[in-house]
């Protein structure tokens, strides 16, 4: 009897052990955001109305036709005058590129990014375990990943991916590679970069599809520190809940929703489709489908999921001698606020956040810090979700235990999510770094009114492309 009491006492002290050990080696897979650096580009490389004018005049394949066009899309883009553009914009070189250009104006952006981070968490570079790039449209040789490895002087076994053509949703894929190295190596410090290379991409054609990219992207990047070491949870600002990714490349029209290629007489651009909306749309839809059971609480899935019953029972049974109820009564939603107290949306432009905001029923609050990033930085590719945090930062919105959505998409066509936990407040000065402090009190500006319609609102009336020519006061 002695003997039985003895091994039920070790079979229960071993599954005591085991249950432990799980626990445990889970506290170790947990990823933290420690500190991250966005880029602010020198004011010598800032876009106003004046320069972004004269830029598309040296386009010499424009006629009257793709003027009006562009002057449609700048004003409703929702992009402000303090943009900013690669170096060769400024030369008068954007149509004859150089490899040089573009290794340039992204060593400009990591060394500005990485110094500062490493600097103000008292790292060296050799204390980077995991390096993870992503620059979508710049495939050098060697890759960026080894220029910052050699430049940096970085440890040999340091474990290293490049991303590209990831599109403007390669953050949040970053942040998921990360993730995974968490899961099988403890006590790691992970630095993500994360930029898009403007230099050799500047569509010089008239191909209306094409030219639309020129108005939309502008020059940025940020560096992420992250970490699963647990003597360093104190010292975190975020911590990730969940991530999912979808991707609809098995999908024709998602595929080409967005593609480089060349027009018809060779130039080489970003060739945005009708489709684009659709895609974007399905994506979406298919990611929220995955995410908010993650997210939400089991109150508000249920209320969604009685919600939807009783329109589907209301449908099948209208009322007599009234209207179809069905086409009268509110659209079934959720609440995405019972979960979320922060939405960081990637600043795609004016229309993205518009239908993002009307699809989960958000406010001009929740929906002013994506509004202002796309104002004042314009959209950066995948480091825009980053500027956004940091204005919610600037503005002191961020609170121990708020829950920020971050909602991304990118060709393919993709669209990544996740969710990240405040694990302490974060206040503006303690971060020293934030691009929002020198001007965050000037936000939100009083009126977003793009002054490219008065100054070139007169070419709406022209009608005649032959005789049509710029008046001297816009020169």
Partial sequence: MDILCILFSLLISYLIFKIWKLIDSKRDQNCYILDYQCHKPSDDRMLNTQFSGEIIRRNKHLRLNEYKFLLKAIVSSGIGEQTYAPRLFFEGREESPTIQDALSEMEEFYIDTIEKLLERNKLKPKDIDVLVVNVSMLNSTPSLSARIINHYKMREDVKVFNLTAMG????????????????????????????ESLSPNWYSGNNRSMILANCLFRSGGCAVLLSNKRGLRGKAMFKLKCLVRTHHGAREDSFNACVQKEDELGRVGIHLDKTLPKAATRAFVDNLKVITPKILPVTELFRFMLSLLLKKLRRNHPSKGSMNVAQAAPKAGINFKTGIDHFCIHTGGKAVIDAIGYSLDLTEYDLEPARMTLHRFGNTSASSLWYVLGYMEAKKRLKRGDRVFMISFGAGFKCNSCVWEVVRDVNVGECLGNVWNHCIDEYPPKSLLNPFLEKYGWIREEEDPDTFKFRDETM
């Fill in 168 to 195: 403007c949703s390669a953050s949040v894929i970053s942040v998921d590679i990360v993730k995974n190295i968490f899961k099988t190596y403890k006590n790691k410090l992970a630095l993500v970069v994360t930029s």
